[in-house]
């Protein structure tokens, strides 16, 4: 539905970025090369709804809605980066070069965002969510500084549950959010303090889900 309604000229004004990105993946992950125009016509689609000012205080982040003139929410920017970092890891060699730069480009964008994305440590899913895009983000293109505050993020969060327990929405919905987050850096991660980090957590909330659900 989603292909049907880009190849009909226009995306309806609700179809979110998240959506988009989520489904270019998938296409990438099915191993048919015959699927890699329909990545590319995505790539290129959610680049688009990047904010690539470098004066605005919303550079690098995206716009959450195809309807949206601005940024608006600046979580974007965390679930988008949660489906590009795989993407540029496992597919990028199989893209043309122009997208192969597209991508890299839209990422890099993306690290300056998440860097200025200064969220609680309790705001637990989204605080994992950054620390561990900047981490892996860090790594891929060999920017120190994001991969040290990446580090610093997630050790917060750690420290943070370790004193007063998992703060935010004790729910499936969430713990989904925060668990596929962890496995994602779990699987990419090379800096051995953050994986150990990172593994802290997964026992933590693993050990949480056996005990309450």
């Not at 539905?1 to 880009?6: M, Q, S, T, V, Y």
């Not at 060699?93 to 440590?121: G, Y």
């Not at 040290?148 to 050790?155: H, M, V």
Request: charged share 30%; aromatic share 10%; with cysteine.
């Amino acid at each position: 539905k989603l292909w049907n309604d880009l190849t009909k000229g226009e995306l309806p004004t609700n179809r979110g970025v998240r959506w988009i990105c989520n489904y270019a993946l998938l296409l990438a992950e099915s191993g048919r090369d015959k699927m890699l125009p329909r990545v590319t016509r995505l790539i290129r689609t959610w680049a688009d709804m990047q904010d690539k000012d470098p004066a605005s205080p919303t550079h690098g982040n995206f716009r959450w809605y195809w309807r949206s003139e601005k940024v608006t929410d600046l979580n974007a920017v965390e679930f988008v980066s949660h489906h590009m970092i795989p993407l540029w890891v496992d597919h990028r060699d199989r893209l043309d070069a122009k997208t192969r730069k597209t991508l890299e480009e839209t990422l890099n964008r993306s690290i300056e965002a998440c860097l200025r994305h200064k969220v609680h440590p309790s705001y637990t899913n989204i605080a994992i969510s950054n620390a561990v895009n900047l981490i892996l983000l860090g790594e891929q293109f060999d920017r120190k500084d994001a991969l040290a505050e990446g580090i610093k993020r997630l050790e917060t969060v750690c420290l943070t549950s370790w004193r007063y327990g998992i703060c935010e929405y004790d729910s499936p919905t969430y713990y989904g959010v925060d668990l596929d987050e962890l496995v994602l850096l779990n699987k990419y991660v090379r800096t051995r303090r953050a994986h150990l980090a990172g593994e802290a957590m997964l026992e933590l909330f693993w050990t949480d889900i056996a005990a309450n659900w």
